[in-house]
């Protein structure tokens, strides 16, 4: 009895030589240009585009329009817990961090927010929306929501970790919840996350607590989910 050999096509055996000199290259660098690595591998561009589109499906480079493809840092492994303070943490871990308000506003609160806040009846939601940069690259947009008779305290806040922000105000938050799913991006989000559109994203829903246990925040992010791996700790809940 014969059967068929089952033959890699050229496109998947390039991939697979590409994902190998990636160990070569450091977070940011750009590939060399695609008729360097056609010439390089003996392939045509259109079996070099193809081998390409698999290291951007997974994460691993970005094509950037005018400029090239660029090497993506590895995912970053984040301990989530009651006491995990984002910007704390990834300093620690040896990352810059850094949040860039994009916008404030005073908005009608949905029906979650009301019930999550505790808001009063037609009380609005002051809604801050931050880019947040790792290493300088963007990783997160996070909307920071709380209920307007919280206006004194937030106002001020022009950047940085909200939650260092929000101490240095006497308030210090501890996690009480946190749910994590995911969904495709939006233009939008692709464009402030330069991420292709067919890569999803993390979204974390996260409510968070004064130390007196009244709700204070509820934040709600999403994260390249080729950038991020969240890891959860269960355990007894601390302050921040």
């Known amino acids: 009895m014969y059967m068929s050999r089952q033959v890699t096509p050229r496109y998947l055996e390039l991939a697979q030589a590409l994902r190998e000199q990636l160990d070569s290259y450091a977070a940011g660098d750009y590939l060399p240009s695609e008729a360097a690595l056609s010439m390089s591998f003996g392939v045509n561009r259109h079996t070099l585009r193809r081998a390409v589109d698999e290291l951007i499906a997974e994460g691993r480079v970005l094509r950037r329009k005018g400029r090239g493809t660029c090497v993506l840092p590895r995912p970053i492994i984040y301990p989530v817990h009651a006491a995990s303070a984002y910007s704390k943490t990834l300093e620690h871990m040896g990352f810059s961090s850094e949040a860039i308000v994009l916008s404030k506003r005073k908005r009608a609160g949905t029906a979650e927010e009301a019930q999550a806040l505790a808001l ?75 991420m292709p559109r067919h890569t999803p994203v993390l979204s974390i829903r996260t409510l968070s607590c004064d130390a007196d246990g009244a709700s204070f925040e509820l934040s709600n992010s999403i994260t390249r989910a080729d950038r991020f791996k969240y890891h959860v700790i269960s355990g007894e809940q601390h302050e921040v």
């Open 120 to 194: 009063a009846d037609n009380e609005p939601v002051l809604e801050i929306e931050t880019l947040r940069l790792l290493d300088q690259q963007p990783i997160s947009l996070i909307s920071h929501c709380f209920a307007e008779r919280h206006q004194d305290l937030v106002q001020a806040y022009k950047g940085g970790s909200m939650r260092l922000y929000l101490g240095q105000q006497g308030v210090r938050l501890k996690r009480m919840s946190t749910l994590i799913g995911a969904r495709a991006p939006s233009q939008r989000d692709a464009l402030h996350l330069l």
